[in-house]
């Protein structure tokens, strides 16, 4: 709770400067202009590849397999999604970040391995 906790001081503050030194830099319109475009790119993105993991979901799901890596990518396509509609270019960065097939990849082994250590210690209940 404490990482929340920092985190929700840190990166809206962090955001704040570098807004300020974008509207300094290239002015307040352009700066305006590319946090409205990556917002509406962003949702764009997000909601195309959501529905590419809803379809593949639902695939594994007909065929009786497991679907945890197509809801691994779902969970960071949501995440990515919802960072990208937030103003700002950290956020817009780290949006982009987890809707790179690549970087998911990547961040999926990461979230895996997590789980797997929360699961093992009786952090995380699962009913079966």
Do not use: H
């Amino acid at each position: 709770m404490r990482y929340i906790l920092l985190l929700m001081i840190i990166v809206p503050a962090a955001e704040i400067g570098v807004l300020l030194l974008s509207g300094n830099t290239i002015g307040l319109w352009p700066t305006l202009a590319v946090i409205l475009f990556t917002g509406v790119l962003g949702a764009y993105l997000a909601k195309k590849q959501g529905l590419e993991t809803i379809r593949k979901i639902q695939d594994q799901l007909r065929c009786g397999q497991m679907p945890g890596d197509a809801i691994l990518d779902g969970a960071c396509i949501l995440i990515g999604g919802t960072l990208l509609l937030a103003p700002g270019f950290i956020t817009d960065a780290l949006g982009f970040t987890l809707l790179l097939p690549s970087a998911r990849k990547v961040l999926k082994n990461i979230l895996y391995i997590g789980l797997k250590k929360w699961m093992n210690k009786g952090t995380i209940t699962i009913i079966r």
